[in-house]
């Protein structure tokens, strides 16, 4: 059916209301075929109510006006022409002249492909044809509830660079295999790749837009993209998708003033601009509703995304993000519907919320007044543990609160812990470079903030550069610096995240009840003096018990309450001198004895390492435990069976 023949009442109804999900198929440029696949036309369509004249500036009238006209065929403003040959690849915009006499030359908003910065042209594209080999992803893979999630978050164009010039991007088709290797030999579950759509700026990251179908060409042909999608896919790896429907690149190629009206954007200019200097989207506007919604079922469709991670969410539930301007309705239904759509198409995806806000129900379901996410950040436990992990231990005991707080209002939504880029630039410092104390205790702190994300119930999220531990904070211009790796300091911090990322993947009591209170339970909370904590991971038939401790301090005999009588094992200390750790560890099998302890029946006796974290596991367990109902009794804060030692460097 040709692009002319789908415009009939029923699509005009739909996509005015904001209920269309494919107005993709209509407006753009869309290449005919005859029988034998060969390109003999293009039809091109386009909704611009406002203009008085539409023209086709391109490759092939030179770019020059009064060459070639669109036609409006109905009342609602949708223009359209059809011309004949082959226009693929050919570039061309739209030359809007407005009621008011205003000529603007656009992008097409559906356009599939675009001309690389500087040039603003939109370019004619074939977006069918792939063939996908992902198919035993596609119909195996589960919902990620009780399964292990921990996502790579990446910006495409400074993980690895080919060189040091403007443009040396690799390609999707040339990255995909390294990406896939590294992220195997670390474990993860899904990469996050930030918008990869087109956006004017670099320095952007991609979140100022400008054509939300068109995959920027900095990395490549959208068929690149998708065989991206497609080998990450084949090797058992997710892709999500970091997508911004909230605001908008000001560029006047843009959706800015489309047709000089304020089509897709707000009328009020009290609420039009936000603190980003981009301007919002009216998500309340039906038109704007249907290309956002239409834009995420394409990017499922055709690129097989497996989620996204929507952006600046405060700002879309308050107006400027702040409750005391109000709540935005139109937003939020918007969310809710947006939810509805896309777990209809599939309701395994990862449907992530970028939230700050308190707003209740982001994660509930939309039919019983949630805004419809599966995810949100939790960005109170990211604030709170870096803030915590900056202090120097002597004053860690005055804020105890800071780590066991989270676990107060965890339950309250499905969160997911990110350690994201928002947290290594702008003069923030990397995650290392955050850390108290001298090089060996600054290394030490590294590890345990790593290890403490690790075992905090939650999904994961982790930027990319982190694991290498560097120094100096995220550079968009340049490549990560791979190169510190031959230093022992950063070879021994990444083996940690390596091993961490592997053991939790692997070990189903740091996952499989995250969203179930019975898959925590607190040991010790209260011990602020010597800022020590203790808690339980369960699965449905099995537990570890986790002990940290935020002090140099080493404890070489300290009394752990536990609950059954059998063996226990480390199954890993981040203190072992293959990450550069003083190696207090337990070597050995851990023996259970009979001295309640701590609220439990039994007890065993460990080291506790200085800045560490020591993960122990029950063996020849014969039979389920399960966890206590009753609240954990307060404990004596110092144990007369405990030495300790204090260890400023190896």
């Not at 929507?310 to 308050?318: E, F, G, R």
């Not at 992990?389 to 339950?411: A, E, G, Q, T, V």
């Not at 390596?498 to 011990?527: C, I, S, V």
Request: hydrophobic share 35%; with cysteine; net charge negative.
């Amino acid at each position: 059916m040709s692009v002319r023949e789908k415009i009939d009442g029923n699509f005009l109804y739909y996509f005015d209301q904001g209920l269309s999900t494919n107005s993709y198929e209509v407006f753009g440029a869309h290449l005919v075929k005859d029988e034998n696949g060969n390109n003999i036309a293009c039809e091109f369509c386009l909704y611009a109510p406002n203009a008085k004249r539409v023209e086709l500036v391109g490759e092939w009238n030179g770019f020059n006006e009064n060459q070639q006209e669109l036609y409006c065929i109905d009342s609602k403003g949708i223009w359209y022409a059809r011309l004949e040959g082959n226009y693929e690849w050919q570039r061309y915009k739209y030359l809007i002249t407005t009621h008011q006499g205003e000529k603007l030359y656009k992008s097409d908003p559906y356009g599939f492909y675009t001309q690389i910065r500087p040039c603003q042209d939109s370019k004619v594209y074939d977006i069918d044809g792939y063939k996908w080999n992902d198919d035993l992803w596609m119909y195996t893979r589960k919902k990620t509830y009780d399964q292990p999630v921990l996502i790579y978050e990446m910006h495409l164009g400074s993980w690895k660079r080919k060189g040091p010039g403007e443009n040396d991007f690799y390609m999707f088709n040339e990255i995909a295999p390294m990406l896939v290797e590294y992220l195997k030999d670390f474990g993860y579950t899904h990469v996050e790749v930030m918008p990869v759509y087109e956006h004017p700026l670099d320095m952007s990251w991609g979140y100022q837009g400008t054509g939300y179908y068109a995959v920027t060409p900095r990395y490549g042909v959208p068929k690149d993209f998708m065989y991206f999608v497609d080998l990450l896919h084949q090797n058992g790896i997710g892709v999500i998708m970091d997508w911004v429907p909230g605001h908008i690149c000001k560029d006047a190629q843009g959706l800015y003033r489309f047709d000089g009206s304020y089509l897709y954007d707000y009328q009020d200019e009290s609420i039009r601009e936000n603190e980003w200097g981009t301007a919002n989207l009216d998500l309340g506007k039906g038109i704007t509703q249907s290309l956002l919604y239409s834009n995420a079922i394409f990017y499922m469709k055709y690129f097989h995304v497996d989620g996204f991670r929507v952006d600046a969410v405060s700002n879309l539930i308050y107006y400027h993000g702040n409750v005391d301007h109000g709540r935005n309705d139109g937003a939020c239904y918007f969310l809710q519907k947006l939810s509805e759509i896309l777990f209809k198409e599939d309701d395994r995806i990862l449907l992530c919320a970028e939230d700050s806000s308190s707003y209740p129900g982001v994660t509930k379901p939309a039919n019983i007044g949630g805004l419809g996410f599966n995810y949100k950040w939790d960005m109170g436990w990211m604030n709170d543990t870096l803030k915590y992990f900056k202090l120097d231990p002597i004053y860690r005991k005055y804020h105890h609160n800071m780590l066991s707080f989270s676990m107060m209002y965890y339950y309250n939504e499905q969160f997911m812990l990110p350690l994201s880029h928002d947290e290594v630039v702008h003069m923030k410092g990397s995650l290392l470079n955050k850390m108290p104390g001298d090089q060996w205790q600054q290394a030490a702190n590294f590890r345990l903030l790593i290890g403490y994300m690790m075992v905090h119930p939650g999904k994961k999220l982790l930027f990319m550069g982190n694991e290498l531990a560097s120094y100096d904070e995220w550079h968009y211009e340049s490549e990560l610096p791979w190169g510190i790796s031959k230093f022992p300091i950063h070879d021994a911090a990444t083996r940690f995240v390596k091993d961490m990322t592997k053991l939790y993947k692997n070990t189903k009591e740091l996952w499989q009840l995250d969203y179930d209170p019975n898959g925590f339970r607190w040991t010790l909370a209260d011990n602020s003096d010597e800022s020590l904590y203790i808690f339980e991971r369960h699965s449905v038939d099995n537990h570890v018990v986790v002990v940290m401790n935020c002090t140099p301090n080493t404890y070489n005999y300290y009394r752990v309450g536990v609950f059954g009588d059998y063996q226990y094992e480390e199954i890993i200390n981040s203190d072992k001198d293959i990450y550069n750790g003083a190696n207090r560890i337990n070597k050995h099998i851990l023996e259970v004895e009979d001295i309640p302890w701590q609220g439990r029946p039994h007890s065993v006796v460990m080291v506790v390492p200085p800045l560490g974290i020591s993960i122990i596991k029950p063996i020849d367990r014969p039979k389920l435990v399960e966890a206590p109902k009753e609240e954990v009794k307060k404990t004596t804060k110092k144990a007369s069976s405990t030495k300790k030692t204090t260890t400023k460097k190896k």
